[in-house]
């Protein structure tokens, strides 16, 4: 039996198959994303269309058609699946992090999110051809800009400072308003269209979403309650989580349809601000399942267009509308809304740089599909509800090309690029740490010093060091800690295990060369079996160099050392002057920081400086003499 014609609903239409051929290119095409470093959101669009629309052309029907093989029950799942993705981005809406996100970013919120949602009204009604109805809706949704896409852009551009946070604060904060600003669109649109007065109606919505707002509330309150009191074991929390999100869906639509998607909102918001112990773990699961759902949906909503749909979208309207949304609707609304806030360059790239991400497309995709159910049954007409979709899709895949490639050039050229060669990350605040984080100080290397505890980071503070209060694994880190200012990362906690969790998270980003931690065990063989596993990082200094033993030479006497070498004084002569010296990393001539380690040996050479671990010696020949405790050569 042909494939095809099983997935789109023929001969009893296999569910079951559609399911696995959705979840298999959902996440195949995240995985692959992993792998190349690529933006996930443009490669699960690609899978969809690929198997959708793209299929359709070449062999007449479509490999998977997700609106026969599903049914009735097609929009209902993507609602669902909706439902669960701005649950998450109202658990990551702290209200602590708006007030640091700090004044241009409140005002580019309640200022410039209304106002971009009215210039985007007007570019989607005149220059995309859509009516006002559909129009509105879909220009709510256009306010997002994703948290998702955004991230990786910073790191590739080594954007720091304020407009780096900007950006940051602005995808996380903007991601379920832009949604709400739909559903408050699409209400009032939909009660209209049934005869009702408008003005009654926009009355009824604002109820009917203050209802919303109430049950989600009154659902985080009960989970809180629930699991502070102990009322609900560790290994149930999580299913109830995602069972509670579903109920809240279910009874706020009863109210009014749609409202659900802000009563699941406002729940996550509620539980994100509570300070709940064992969030972590909660926050952990629910990212599992909101990358399952988020795959899901992308490979649905495109493998749902039809050639026709994607035809009638390649036009000069479609164009018009980019042009519109790019150049006019965003500078606009950045520069009108934090006048007096920016610097005049700051100002220049945060009008540019707005790509969209997962939320833009997956509530369009909602959306669209609703406002065409609306125009079979209601009194208006909804021209252009099926170009919502398409629309959205080549605003996500122009704003992601466009920026990804222009927002590092761009950066230079207006001098808000970092121009300071990238440091290093030290993860785990200790004795030994503390040390070496001084001397990569004292060598002009720009270094952050990060742990959980602020009891360990108090020497670090009172020593002047910049220090990370924090879970580096933790999606706070990813938001607050500013990832332009290191290109290398060493785990050097008193927990192995940890150290090779840290390098594991680091390693896709940075390279599995640019994270290091310390020997496993004083067997110098040891760390070679585990590293064969690619579970590990770099190993630091040499095999068999463990923190138990670096502690105990420490408190012998050993010391961190920066030793200068010069055409005179040589890499081998510091050997021979010091042949029980570890050298842990060296700053060659060009400012490059360099980690030693069994695979990475010192270079050497006239201009370079080497940090190294051992014991007092008064002065080595022809060195320097000492300069803040450290030895310089």
Not at 184 to 189: G, K, P, Q, S, Y
Not at 420 to 425: A, S, Y
Not at 433 to 452: C, G, M, P, R, Y
Not at 548 to 569: E, N
């Amino acid at each position: 039996m042909d494939l095809g014609i099983l997935l789109a609903g023929g001969a009893g239409g296999d569910v079951i198959v559609a399911c696995a051929l959705i979840g298999t290119l959902g996440l195949g095409a995240q995985w692959l994303a992993w792998r190349l470093q690529a933006p996930a959101i443009v490669l699960m669009s690609l899978a969809g269309l690929a198997v959708g629309p793209l299929w359709s052309v070449l062999f007449g029907d479509p490999l998977l058609n997700p609106s026969e093989s599903f049914g009735d029950v097609f929009r209902p799942i993507v609602s669902l699946a909706v439902a669960v993705i701005l649950f998450e981005g109202g658990l990551v809406l702290k209200f602590e992090n708006l007030r640091e996100a700090g004044k241009p970013v409140r005002r580019m919120i309640f200022v410039g999110g209304p106002l971009a949602w009215v210039l985007g009204t007007f570019a989607a009604r005149y220059a995309a051809g859509l009516d006002w109805a559909s129009a509105v809706v879909f220009a709510g949704v256009m306010v997002v800009t994703g948290p998702t896409v955004i991230m990786p852009l910073l790191r590739q551009s080594k954007l720091g400072g304020r407009p780096a946070q900007f950006l940051k604060w602005e995808g996380i904060v903007n991601d379920p308003i832009g949604a709400l600003f739909a559903v408050a669109a699409f209400e009032i649109v939909r009660v209209a269209s049934q005869g009702d007065n408008t003005v009654a109606a926009a009355a009824w919505i604002i109820f009917a979403a203050v209802e919303g707002i109430i049950l989600g509330i009154i659902f985080g309150w009960i989970m809180i309650r629930a699991f502070r009191n102990g009322w609900a074991p560790e290994y149930l929390k999580a299913p109830l989580i995602l069972g509670s999100i579903i109920l809240c869906y279910a009874l706020a639509e009863l109210v009014e349809r749609e409202i659900g998607l802000v009563a699941v909102t406002a729940y996550g918001m509620m539980l994100g601000n509570s300070k709940l112990a064992g969030l972590t773990e909660l926050r952990k699961f629910k990212e599992d399942i909101a990358v399952l759902l988020v795959s899901g949906v992308f490979v649905m909503l495109t493998a749902d267009l039809t050639p026709q749909i994607i035809g009638s979208a390649i036009n000069m309207n479609t164009l018009l509308f980019l042009i519109c949304m790019l150049f006019i609707v965003r500078p606009l609304s950045v520069w009108i809304s934090t006048a007096g806030t920016l610097e005049r360059n700051e100002a220049l790239l945060l009008g540019w740089i707005a790509p969209r991400g997962i939320v833009a497309v997956a509530v369009s995709g909602l959306f669209g599909s609703l406002l065409i159910d609306l125009d079979r049954v209601g009194r208006f007409d909804f021209e252009g509800a099926d170009q919502i979709a398409p629309l959205a899709f080549a605003m996500v895949f122009t704003t992601v090309v466009l920026h990804g490639f222009t927002i590092g050039p761009l950066a230079r050229a207006l001098g808000l690029a970092r121009r300071e060669r990238p440091g290093v990350l030290i993860v785990g605040a200790n004795a030994w740490s503390l040390e070496f984080t001084k001397a990569l100080q004292a060598s002009k290397v720009d270094v952050i010093i990060a742990d959980s505890s602020y009891r360990r980071l108090r020497p670090a503070r009172e020593a002047g060091l910049d220090v990370f209060l924090g879970e580096v694994l933790s999606e706070d880190a990813e938001i607050k800690l500013d990832h332009a200012r290191f290109s290398a990362v060493a785990a050097l906690s008193t927990n192995d295990s940890y150290n090779s969790l840290v390098c594991s998270h680091f390693a896709p980003e940075l390279g599995r060369h640019m994270v290091h931690q310390l020997s496993l065990s004083e067997a110098e063989e040891s760390d070679e079996k585990v590293a064969s596993l690619n579970a590990r990082g770099r190993t630091l200094i040499r095999r068999g160099r463990t923190y138990d033993g670096l502690v105990r030479d420490q408190y012998r006497g050993w010391t961190f050392s920066r030793t200068g070498l010069t055409d005179k004084y040589t890499l081998e002569q510091f050997r021979e002057d010091r042949p029980q010296a570890d050298i842990v990393a060296e700053i060659r001539p060009d400012g490059s920081l360099v980690l030693i380690g069994p695979n990475r040996e010192a270079r050497g050479g006239d201009g370079t400086t080497l940090i190294s671990f051992a014991p007092e010696v008064s002065q080595a020949p022809d060195a320097a003499p000492e300069m803040g405790g450290l030895a310089l050569s």
